[in-house]
């Protein structure tokens, strides 16, 4: 069993908590929020932590832990347990996954893998710049491993295939989220990709701000030329200019059913010299947990068996095979190598 | 550079020379096809290779070989020379793939990539049973590496990730081959998926039976429940059951517009139970070349970035992520590990 902690535990890390249930060969062992952190050897149960309002209160598995410290006292105290972890983390400034990442690596005894749902292009380029610090402390980190970047992306990488040239890569997806309060964090998020609004503002909005600005729109809000990481992720592969990558979308914050259907779509030029698009639909029914989560774990599943090879450092979700079951695999531990 | 040797000059064998040409960091150094090879360290052009009926005539790197023996004659003067292989091979018995391997492995010092774009479930089958003789020989094999199994299979291995069950995957191509005589074996070994025929059938017919059969039909070829190693590929990925995979097709051997487009439909359960379907469209203008040699050319990058961390055996395409370009990337010689 491949032994995960998840670092947040919001609507994202509760829906990677339910996600690792379903998916074969992962047992959720420790999870984090800003009060304190559970954790628990032989797993821990998505039933009991949907009970608790903070994951300390998880019954003789929770722990208070100093405010704010709660990520960094479960990895000093059970780093060396875990093959992976996930950061469950939207919202936060861009310097937040390398600066967390640079304190796991040197300051707990964690050696494995970590994968992030990140959204912007500026946390990658941050992340680059540790790369060969995270290769010397063992950890195989996969960037951009949700929806968009993460599944969406990986599908652009493989769709471009039958191309010579990538000529454009557009991702437009729809979101629909019947209860915005629960993905506060994510809601908030998608302001910063709205004309008009900048970090510093929609960090100093109240809850009743967004819910009036929620208002002035009924629900909707129309994401234009985002800045995501799919295109510093898809230009690191060699497919294209960042700039050929385009994303943006609608989303409901008031209504389950997303108003329009995710699309990726891949226009390119054939040997034969003819330009041509090929297009994948997502299934309505799929949520955000859906397409973030389970790409997420099957990254952190390709990811052990990479990390088993030897591969360390700074790796995007558009250069690993995401992998359905993670039966049979679990970190090797090196002595026994 | 990537330093590639192809083994077949048919449709298929010409159009991954031709497709080499495009995609960055690859270098075609070899050839072979029935009578002969041709050889050049400095690479050879598919301009020439197109000027010439079989491949020996290649000015200056053109070698005449004893019948049948030039896949072999190829590997044993220059298999220390190359980085990958890819077998452009079609409609071969079953056991094929796995004879020619094991031979190459034993009696050549080829050591590294091999890529093939097979169809057939029993040629995988047979592949696995010389998993452990691969790794042994150091070498690396990705199998199923075309369209279908291949591009579409690493599709449908993506788009299952939002789901914790996968209900079904469909495969279902249109092809459009404007003068079948191009691809003649590729025609042919689509027969065996009609219903009446058999392989001793197939291979008893001559050039003008397949004439005859194609007029009785205007061409049209509509292939049901094909035996295509998608099947046993995504089962080994534990996606689901080899029964839910179907695959199936209409080709035209008349005209190269496609008679339909070509879909991989993604049925699955997400993790709040509810039923629905990713898809995937192909685009209408890219033809078997493209869709075959493209991500043939991305496996081979990926099995060459495996290979130099020690990745060794048979993997299938659905472990593997392709890679759009190779810059950069070459076999490394054991000495300056």
């Not at 000093?76 to 983390?89: K, N, P, Y």
């Not at 029914?285 to 997420?296: K, L, Q, R, Y």
């Amino acid at each position: 069993m491949i032994k995960v902690a998840i670092l947040g535990a919001g609507g994202l890390g509760r829906g990677m908590a339910q996600m690792l249930e379903h998916r074969k060969g992962f047992q959720l062992v420790g999870i984090a929020d800003t009060e304190g952190y559970a954790y628990c050897d032989t797993g821990l149960n998505f039933k009991t932590l949907q009970s608790v309002a903070h994951v300390h209160l998880y019954p003789e598995a929770g722990v208070k832990t100093t405010p704010k410290q709660a990520i960094m006292q479960l990895l000093q105290a059970h780093g060396s347990q875990l093959d992976a972890i996930f950061m469950a983390l939207p919202n936060l400034p861009v310097t937040f996954y390398k600066d967390i990442t640079q304190q796991i690596a040197t300051e707990t005894n964690f050696k494995g893998v970590i994968v992030d749902a990140l959204k912007r292009t500026q946390a990658v380029e941050m992340l680059l710049t540790i790369n060969k610090k995270l290769a010397q402390e063992d950890i195989l980190y996969i960037t951009g491993a949700g929806a968009t970047p993460g599944f969406l992306t990986t599908i652009a990488a493989v769709a471009a295939q039958s191309f010579v040239e990538v000529k454009h890569i557009n991702i437009h997806f729809g979101v629909g989220v019947s209860n915005w309060e629960q993905y506060r964090a994510t809601i908030r998020e998608d302001f910063l990709h709205m004309p008009g609004f900048t970090p510093a503002m929609v960090e100093a909005m109240t809850d009743a701000d967004i819910e009036a600005e929620l208002d002035k729109r009924n629900g909707l809000l129309e994401l234009v030329d985002m800045e995501h990481a799919d295109d510093i992720i898809l230009e690191l592969t060699g497919l294209c200019h960042r700039d050929q990558i385009t994303v943006g979308g609608l989303v409901d914050a008031r209504n389950a059913k997303k108003p329009v259907a995710t699309t990726v779509t891949i226009e390119g030029v054939t040997v034969a010299g003819q330009t041509t698009k090929h297009q994948f639909i997502v299934g309505n029914e799929t949520t955000m947990v859906d397409n973030v989560c389970g790409p997420a774990c099957g990254f952190m599943a390709s990811g052990v068996q990479l990390y088993n090879l030897g591969l360390r450092g700074l790796k995007t979700s558009a250069e690993v095979m995401p992998r359905f079951s993670a039966e049979g695999i679990h970190k090797q531990v090196a002595q026994s190598l």
